[in-house]
């Protein structure tokens, strides 16, 4: 079924206690569209780039089936860039160049193909933005979903409950979930989420897994325990595009699938953090996909009684 | 099986955002031995007092099935007290009051009945107290279980290191296996605290669930997301009261078995986290107790394929 990703497509530069990149392709929408191409290849991408960015990046989306009539290339502007240093805990990092260039006036336009698109993601972006695609729909999706982060919280508060209103499923990680809930108690927290909209809540906890809530429904999916734990950028998006992308193969929204969808989800963000950028999503194959699903079934197996 | 206990008995006065206690009944040992007590009751406690604690506990212990052999009782003296507050992120807490009194100069003695003891779990302690006790085993346990802190890494790590290597399975939290192995990694980490004695690990995590690692197989056990998180004190604790008590039970320590009986540690925690100190791990039953274990199973049941 079809997929349309919004969100950033841009340039990172980061640093880890591990090394360091000069810029790389970064951006929420390349992580979640190279994530999803492993599911689906009916995506369509909704961002801007400026002219600086490299066309071979754009074609390799293409040749993944990712298309690109809702890509806005700004001559002579230059794409969004951020740059990060992650601490010693790879948990917590700080900003240290956020140049928005085409994402300060960046307003959406969906082509009309894909108005009434099964699936939509909105990756993490201002509030107003992400409405913005909402209303063009011109059909009720499948499902909806929606990353956002604590710095929305901070300064767009309103905004960001507008939109939260309108969509089905929401992803955050827990210390949001914590802030946009005044709870403690995650229960608690997801509780209160649901009551702003979205029928459905993922808890991102980072290398401690992730939780799906729906009403009173609730799965964890566990982190796979990794060896070596590279670069945590994009890993958020990561699993967000193989949790959508997976859903969009078979259209097939059960509390069932979704959890297999968390888990795929799950697998695509394992491997993005064992290399700097993007480069471990690439390349992958169904197999590899499998394999990685299949451990976290073993991870978590037991018998309660012997 | 036999199962000796050996730990603190003390008072705590805590405090959390959701309220604080007078003295009340603490100590790592009473937390281990009430958790067991569900699974096994030949229970050897080996601890020291002084004569102001109260009659009654004890009595409760021992209606447990709780034998009192190694139990001094020091005339005239006062029973170790701890104070802490937890702050907000209910992960975090200082210490506000620490009177080591009869804790001072405890002398371990383990009466000559449980020398033979098949299990020996170690509560958190003097590194150089926990080896008193493997000194006057007169049999190689089936398994014994330390229990330590980063407060014995920061001033007695030589020690600690003594006694890590003889024994079977360590258990410690995440940030403690980073520190005592130098590595980010929990998998690389695991691998170096390993190769320094126990073949066994188990690392908590407190609300993000518990590893155990045993050669190069590992069990990832989530913790139950809870609606109401009242007060940690004492989670860890029965977490591994919960896990040796059902290992006792049976004396299977297959790794198999060690999966459940981690399953089993984390519900006793489970309870426990729910009201002050002790008191909600006493009056449980066995089938309460089943019907959280079977909670922990739906929690990360998923099909891979559909």
């Known amino acids: 079924m079809s997929l349309v990703v919004v969100g950033t497509v841009a340039f990172d530069a980061i640093e880890t206690p591990f090394g360091k990149t000069d810029k790389i392709i970064g951006g929420a929408a390349t992580y979640i569209s190279l994530a999803a ?101 011109t059909a009720q999706p499948k499902l909806i979903v929606l990353d956002t982060m604590n710095f929305w919280m901070d300064i767009a508060l309103d905004d960001l409950i507008k939109v939260i209103a309108k969509i089905d499923l929401l992803t955050i990680n827990d210390e949001e979930a914590r802030q946009l809930s005044g709870e403690y108690s995650l229960v608690k927290a997801a509780k209160k989420i649901m009551k702003m909209g979205p029928k459905y809540l993922v808890i991102k906890k980072g290398e401690h897994g992730a939780l799906l809530f729906y009403g009173d429904k609730l799965f964890y999916c566990p982190a796979l325990p990794l060896e070596e734990v590279f670069d945590p950028t994009g890993a958020g998006d990561t699993f967000a595009g193989g949790f959508i992308g997976f859903l969009a193969s078979s259209g097939d929204i059960s509390f069932e699938n979704m959890k297999r969808a968390v888990i795929y989800g799950s697998a695509m963000a394992s491997f993005c953090v064992e290399k700097f950028g993007t480069e471990a999503i690439i390349g992958r194959d169904r197999e590899e996909i499998n394999a990685r699903v299949h451990a976290f079934a073993d991870l978590v197996q037991f018998t309660p009684d012997s």
């Open 37 to 137: 191409s492993y599911f689906t290849s009916d995506i369509d991408l909704v961002s801007v780039v400026g002219s600086d960015f490299p066309e071979e990046s754009l074609e390799h989306l293409r040749s993944r089936g990712v298309k690109m009539g809702g890509l806005q290339i700004k001559e002579g502007e230059k794409s969004f860039f951020w740059s990060g240093r992650y601490h010693n805990d790879m948990n917590t990092r700080d900003t240290l160049v956020t140049e928005l260039n085409v994402l300060e006036h960046f307003d959406p336009v969906l082509p009309d193909s894909c108005k009434d698109a099964d699936f939509v993601m909105l990756g993490n972006l201002t509030p107003a933005v992400q409405m913005r695609v909402i209303e063009q729909l």
